[in-house]
């Protein structure tokens, strides 16, 4: 057996970020401490962080005082000033590529040009961007959901995670219109980094297996990214999910995993991977995991 790992995989940065925050707090600090939505999608560490005694709330009216941690998507000014007015201390743990794009979009808004914002309407971190830009922002998914723009200039930003083809479409087709655009590419690296080592691996193993939140829209995304190229592929959230049937007649394996998945579950999940293979294929041509 061969197990091939993405070359990049698992916690991205600002994900990292957060959880050392949090994990720090926990440590350090006195009274409630609270996250305000799942600190990342993905139970297993949500469920970890709750037994060092933060406490995941939907809206700040459950806050009884303490602290509270702005998760790496970011808010809106409107949540960070109802959590100053409750006497909250804020903990900021923000991914500094959200944060630029919630910086640009408000200078944008501050010139009083339509701001669009490439991404889902109903993710946290494009809900947080546009309550920077004053009611100046409009949010797209595609260029296809434009109309006429009556404005004589416009600016665009993007959700982290977007994929860059779909953001130069949406620029493209704006500048067709014939107005000036101030586009700035906020798209994280991260993203498309794991997206292409996924890919390629894909493309070269049996099996793939993506390990993640299965409410990870980034891990969903990896696990379709391989599933096109054909190639079987599991997306599992913990190792009891492998099933023994998946390695029947299999020899070579890859792994990848969405941003927030901790390098504990990869391993956990590469050790199972092995013990099923020892179970149904046997101990014959065993090799070490490698990267590619
Ligand atoms: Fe930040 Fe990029 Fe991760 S925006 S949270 S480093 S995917």
Known sequence: MEILLANKAGFCYGVKRAIDLALTTAREKEGNIYTLGPLIHNPQVVQDLAGQGIKEITGLAEAAGGSVIIRSHGVGPDIIQQARDKGLEIL????????????????????????????????????????WTMGKGIVVENADELSRVDHPKVGVVAQTTQPLANYQRLVEAL????????????????????????LELAKEVDVMMVVGGKNSANTKKLAKICQETGTPTYHVESAQELREEWFRGHKKFGLTAGASTPDAIIEEVKRRMKELDQM????EGMNEAMEV
């Not at 630029?100 to 889902?120: K, S």
């Not at 219109?177 to 991260?190: K, L, M, P, S, Y």
């Not at 149904?280 to 101990?283: K, L, Q, S, Y």
Request: proline share 6%.
């Open 92 to 131: 900021d743990a923000t991914c500094p590529f959200v944060a630029r794009a919630q910086r640009v979009a408000r200078e944008m808004a501050e010139q009083g040009i339509p701001v669009y914002i490439l991404g889902d309407p109903g993710h946290p971190e494009v809900q947080g961007i546009l309550g």
């Open 175 to 198: 500048q067709k219109q014939g107005v000036e655009v101030d586009a700035r590419n906020t798209i994280c690296h991260a993203t498309g980094e794991r997206q292409r080592a996924a």
């Open 280 to 283: 149904t294929n046997g101990e």
